[in-house]
């Protein structure tokens, strides 16, 4: 997930949604129908909709998409849309098919849909080349015909977002993989792309590994071997085969939509409804027993490893050593109120403004401090893929055992590992369950929580 690629591009998928279904509900006054009946063609419109356009792949469009595919998928939505139109009128026992006024809707609806898409489709195109952004900066590992190919396809087609850099040729070996990777820090490389064919199985996984831990998108050239998997996306570019090293939910516009839909009502929910009433309380009695403020903050990595301040109620004395030194069992630095506040959590609930803010999730892997991060990406393999998606307030691993103090570095690992799994497994389901979870591990009192 390339970093400030298309920040705001998460919003476009469901802003078009809901333009055709306004289109498809406003051209229903082709349509004479009793007016009781209408209600139930609007609901039966946008359900049908939305569940076809999902089966059918309809918004699945990207930036290396072809104006063919795109016909091919508005000329399908059409075939599928007519038949569940007709099938609205098959249940209907008391109105009469009248196959003018479904020409109409249909043509009327679906000549807008495509104008809207394909305009939309082409700015796109004009943005990247005028404006300069929404640009992805890429490398090709391997020097044979494909690789030729898929250079001339970025080079050729700068409507796609894509800026070439630079090609190595692995068989000549006139860069190291060390000096490989160091260009790729220091250009600010955000995709690798490697030809199979070219690389030893070690080399693959030394290659996989610094993508991984440092939040590169690592994308391969297919040999002729059967090496495809259901963890493996596969696409064309052109003409070129493309594998992807892996396909995150998270990387789907109507994900994150949905899942900042589901922070924005948890934050609001929780600002308004406890925080209004349960901060000013709170406050009074952390001021009574020590002095201080009311609120901590302190430094942490967030999505693609970027620092925020993330907030909490202040638990601990004032000491020098908040920000370097993890709270341990039995911490002196811990207050009386402090060791209530972090058993129920409620030190927690000022994230839900970070939440509110677009810095962390309600879900999520959990951040830690920023000299943290930094010792732990150096020891544990694949410490940073945690940073491919923001921070939560409770995340699986927390509700799974692993939350509060690290012990040992297998702790960290199995942290990881469940933070992993989390990204690779997303769904608003997952989330929400996790959220009851936490909700009835705050009620009981967490072992761990201290």
Wanted: aromatic fraction near 12%; glycine fraction near 6%; charged fraction near 25%.
């Amino acid at each position: 997930m390339a970093s400030g690629a298309g920040r705001y591009s998460y919003l476009l998928r469901p802003l078009l949604i809901a333009i055709d279904l306004v289109v498809l509900l406003g051209a229903t006054v082709f349509i004479s129908l009793p007016a009781k009946v209408r209600p139930v063609l609007y609901i039966y419109i946008t359900v049908s909709w939305l569940i076809t356009t999902v089966g059918n792949s309809f918004y699945q469009v990207y930036r290396f998409t072809t104006l063919l595919k795109l016909i091919y998928l508005l000329l399908r939505q059409v075939i599928l849309f007519t038949l569940v139109i007709f099938a609205f009128y098959g249940v209907l026992k008391n109105v009469s098919l009248q196959l003018l006024e479904i020409g109409k809707y249909i043509s009327c609806s679906f000549i807008a849909i495509a104008f809207i898409k394909i305009g939309v489709f082409n700015l796109l195109k004009k943005y990247r080349i005028l404006m300069g952004l929404n640009k992805r900066r890429v490398i090709i590992l391997g020097k044979n015909a494909k690789t030729h190919r898929l250079k001339g396809f970025f080079q050729k087609n700068p409507a796609y977002g894509y800026e070439f850099v630079q090609m190595y040729d692995l068989k000549k070996k006139d860069k190291s993989f060390e000096e490989i990777k160091a260009f790729v820090l220091h250009s600010k490389i955000d995709e690798i792309y490697c030809s199979i064919a070219e690389l030893k199985n070690e080399e693959l996984a030394q290659l996989v590994n610094f993508a991984e831990n440092n939040l590169k998108t690592l994308k391969f050239l297919p040999d002729n071997k059967d090496i495809f998997t259901k963890k493996i996306d596969y696409q064309y570019y052109g003409i070129t085969p493309i594998i992807s090293l892996r396909s995150l939910p998270m990387e789907q516009p109507i994900n994150r939509f949905l899942k900042r839909m589901l922070d924005i009502l948890m934050a609001v929910l929780v600002i308004f409804f406890i925080l209004s009433w349960l901060a000013p309380l709170v406050a009074i009695f952390i001021v009574i027993e020590s002095k201080g403020p009311v609120f901590f903050k302190q430094k942490r990595n967030g999505l693609d490893g970027k620092e925020f301040y993330c907030f909490k109620f202040r638990s601990m004395h004032l000491n020098e050593r908040a920000h370097s030194k993890l709270v341990s069992k039995n911490d002196k630095r811990i207050t009386k109120v402090g060791r209530f506040l972090r058993k129920t959590s409620i030190d927690e609930l000022p994230q839900f403004v970070n939440v509110l803010l677009g810095e962390m999730s309600v879900v999520g892997p959990r951040p830690h401090m920023v000299s943290i991060t930094h010792l732990y990406a150096a020891k544990v393999d694949k410490f940073m893929v945690r940073h491919l998606v923001k921070p939560g307030i409770t995340g699986l691993a927390q509700v799974s055992g692993y939350r509060g103090e690290m012990e040992t570095e297998n702790d960290v690992k199995n942290r990881v590992r469940f933070d992993i799994f989390y990204i690779e497994n997303w769904s608003v389901l997952m989330d929400l369950r996790i959220i009851a979870k936490t909700m009835v591990k705050s009620l009981k009192g967490d072992a761990k929580a201290y």
